[in-house]
């Protein structure tokens, strides 16, 4: 199975910040990679899919990068929706894995 | 609008069933992989099963193997997982979610296995 390490666990940060979450992969997974943002009580919300493609409706503000094993999601400009639990997937082989979350909370 | 809607939660003994439904609408549900994963209180998400669009194809997290089934009813747009012999570590939050990428999520149903 592939494990999803993501770093860090927790995040704190100001509005108006440059935050950068890292997932690696124990394997290759190409670029099957998602990121998925979480509030609390609700469902997750896919941001970012194949590694670096912005979902529709997704503010630019969010960015994603990597492949292979090494993968990063970048908020470029921290807003007060933005803070929330977030989430890493790699789908590229079952079983499908999540990195075990980051919580970016307010400093 | 894009929607997927679970039901099916509830209170069950340890050792009890329980089966949990997803309706789509508006996803041209028939044409995707479809998804189940979990999130434990205060936990993170677990990827439960996923089954392929025509049913041929299906996958199980090794705690569940033998325990739940994945089916699907593309005429129905729904999805469905067959919950047996539960176990407290079960107790959680399951949503559906479409496609590899989990493009959209239901809201989730909670189920609780507790005597």
């Known amino acids: 199975d592939i494990q999803m390490t993501q770093s860090p666990s927790t995040l704190s940060a100001s509005v108006g910040d440059r935050v950068t979450i890292t997932c690696r992969a124990s394997?290759?997974?190409?670029?099957?990679l998602a990121w998925h943002q979480q509030k609390p009580g609700k469902a997750p919300k896919l941001l970012i899919y194949?590694?670096?493609n912005l979902e529709s409706g997704v503010p630019s503000r969010f960015s994603g990068s990597g492949s292979g094993t090494e993968f990063t999601l970048t908020i470029s400009s921290l807003q007060p929706d933005d803070f929330a639990t977030y989430y890493c997937?790699?789908?590229?082989?079952?079983?499908?894995?999540f990195g075990q979350g980051t919580k970016v909370e307010i400093k | 609008e894009v929607q997927l809607v679970e039901s099916g939660g509830g209170l069950v003994k340890p050792g009890g069933s329980l089966r949990l439904s997803c309706e789509g609408s508006?996803?041209?549900?028939?044409?995707?992989?479809m998804n189940w994963v979990r999130q434990a209180p205060g936990r993170g998400l677990e990827w439960v099963s996923s089954?392929?669009?025509?049913?041929?194809?299906?996958y199980y997290e090794d705690s569940v193997k033998g325990r739940f089934t994945i089916s699907r009813d593309n005429a129905k747009n729904s999805l469905y997982l067959q919950m047996n012999s539960l176990r407290a570590e079960d107790t959680a939050v399951y949503y559906c979610?479409?496609?590899?990428?989990?493009?959209?999520w239901g809201q989730g149903t909670t189920v609780t296995v507790s005597s």
């Open positions: 979610a479409r496609f590899e990428s989990m493009d959209v």
């Open positions: 194949k590694a670096s």
């Open positions: 997937l790699q789908y590229n082989s079952y079983p499908h894995t």
């Open positions: 508006g996803l041209l549900f028939s044409s995707y992989t």
């Open positions: 394997q290759s997974i190409s670029s099957w």
């Open positions: 089954i392929s669009s025509n049913g041929n194809y299906i």
